[in-house]
């Protein structure tokens, strides 16, 4: 909850003094510590937001496991779905402000935060509806006189963990199946980004969840390894790195909580000679530089056939050098700032591995030299080539506008490649041959395969990575699944004595 006036991403001078909502109440710190939100386009701080700690870690895990025990886990799923459908009614009614304070954290384009903030209900009324439909199963009589069934319960108290791309829709992934499968929730934000899901809290208040079922804790790292730590909490959900993800499923395991994770990618854009080059050289560009880049399908690695490699690569570089870079909040901005200082560091650190590594730079390699952003996190859109799948720009996740360039003779050379990685969250395949297209699809190690198009993503499509790129699947009916244990409840319909030192 904010303090002072409301602040629009216009009025960036001011800062706001934010809160914890934690059991209905919005609190500090109880050691009273804050960290500050830096607007990437200002680089000014523009919020204020409680650090917590053990004790207020614990306390939300106390709260959300308080209102599982109690009214939360006495209401029936449908007026659970009611509920979920109040939340998206009202997330629709405040998508702008929504879009703002996401914009004014993390520098993604306005535009693009709006058209995800509208697509956010979809996932609430989807997973509203699907609440009362989590059925259980009768299994065929197992056993002469035996009856068996089960039921779908809540896993329990999730831990929501999210990155500082975009908080909002990554949340909402975890948050609209978890509730509609009756689980309650501690979500901690990103520390680069802890505004839209404070404001999204003052939302679940007055959509009438009862305290505690939605606890929003903000902090860095180490309270996110608090909240996975917890013993009283049964799941974390997680959206980042991989190599945090690494760390947050070997804390999880010490108490067997379950987790879900989504993770890093270096996913290939495919384009084959008989591709419709001028799309393919469209979805190249918004594989790699929409969301400058910050995105975790991000199609950073263009695997393209020899005979097109510079008919395409002409077209890329040409809409690349014309990008227009600026104000997120403006709407002819293609491109905005990268997200925080140290995410910056690490792109430009990747473009000085790749000088030395012997690539070519072919478009940009650095901060753009406009005068006019001066101010903001500017790098320019990044065009590599000379590149080879060994190198480390092509096998490690930079999460920032850099393509790298790899050509390939024939469809089995590209499959080589492109399965050559430690991830596998996507793949684009640019062809006008729609056997090849299903062919290749089926062959490349990836959660999510793009057919001419590129950086798709739906409420009802599972979504997730194969390999380092992640555990299990959001989005779709078995997101819903992974907030539930399943339960076997067996009943004996005889009135016999049976042998007891046999197994039944
Ligand atoms: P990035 O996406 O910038 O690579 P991370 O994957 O490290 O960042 O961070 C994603 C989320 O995980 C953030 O909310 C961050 O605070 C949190 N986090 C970072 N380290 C840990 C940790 N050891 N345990 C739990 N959460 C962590």
Not at 218 to 226: C, K, S
Not at 306 to 327: F, N, P, S, Y
Request: glycine share 10%; proline share 5%; aromatic share 6%.
């Amino acid at each position: 909850m904010t303090t002072t006036a409301n602040v629009t991403g216009n009025d960036r001078a001011v800062v706001t003094r934010q809160h914890m909502l934690i059991g209905g109440e919005w609190v500090d710190a109880v050691s009273g510590e804050t960290s500050e939100s830096i607007n990437p386009y200002s680089g000014r701080a523009w919020a204020q937001v409680p650090v917590a700690g053990a004790e207020d870690v614990d306390r939300a895990v106390k709260q959300a496991r308080a209102a599982l025990d109690g009214v939360w886990g006495q209401t029936s799923a449908l007026d659970r779905g009611r509920m979920i459908r109040r939340l998206s009614a009202l997330i629709a009614e405040n998508a702008e402000a929504l879009a703002e304070a996401e914009t004014t954290d993390n520098g993604k384009l306005l535009r693009e935060m709006r058209s995800q903030m509208k697509s956010l209900p979809d996932w609430f009324d989807y997973f509203a509806g699907l609440a009362d439909k989590n059925e259980g199963t009768t299994p065929p009589d197992p056993k002469p006189n035996m009856f068996a069934y089960t039921r779908r319960e809540p896993v329990g108290v999730v831990g929501a963990i999210l990155p500082w791309n975009s908080p909002l829709l990554l949340m909402s992934m975890k948050l609209a199946p978890g509730l509609a499968a009756g689980c309650t929730f501690v979500v901690k934000p990103a520390e680069q980004t802890p505004v839209s899901t404070l404001k999204f809290a003052e939302l679940v208040e007055k959509a009438g969840f009862p305290p505690g079922v939605i606890n929003v804790i903000t902090g860095a790292g180490e309270t996110g390894r608090l909240l996975a730590a917890h013993p009283d909490v049964d799941k974390i959900a997680f959206t980042g790195s991989t190599e945090t993800g690494i760390k947050v499923i070997k804390t999880a395991a010490d108490h067997m909580a379950r987790v879900t994770m989504e993770l890093g990618g270096k996913s290939p854009n495919i384009v084959f000679a008989d591709a419709d080059l001028a799309a393919a050289a469209n979805g190249v560009v918004a594989g790699i530089f929409a969301a400058t880049g910050q995105t975790c399908v991000a199609g950073s690695r263009l695997l393209v056939q020899r005979e097109v490699h510079d008919q395409l690569l002409e077209l890329v570089a040409t809409r690349a050098r014309t990008i227009k870079m600026g104000d997120p909040l403006d709407a002819q901005t293609e491109m905005g700032p990268i997200a925080f200082r140290e995410q910056f560091d690490k792109v430009a650190g990747y473009v000085d591995i790749a000088r030395r590594e012997g690539a070519t730079v072919l478009v940009g390699g650095g901060r753009s030299p406009d005068p006019a952003h001066a101010d903001g996190l500017f790098f320019q859109p990044t065009i590599l080539t000379d590149v080879t799948n060994d190198m480390r720009i092509a096998q490690e996740e930079i999460f920032g506008p850099v393509l790298s360039v790899i050509p390939f003779d024939d469809e089995e050379e590209a499959i080589r490649i492109a399965n050559d990685t430690q991830y596998g969250l996507g793949a684009g395949i640019w062809t006008n041959n729609v056997a090849r297209s299903h062919r290749v699809a089926h062959r490349i190690k990836a959660g999510s395969v793009f057919i001419n198009t590129y950086r798709m993503l739906g409420f009802n499509v599972p979504f997730g990575g194969f390999k380092r790129s992640g555990l299990g699947r959001e989005n779709g009916i078995e997101a819903i699944r992974a907030y539930t244990e399943t339960k076997s409840i067996w009943v004996n319909l005889s009135e016999e004595t049976r042998d007891p030192f046999v197994l039944g």
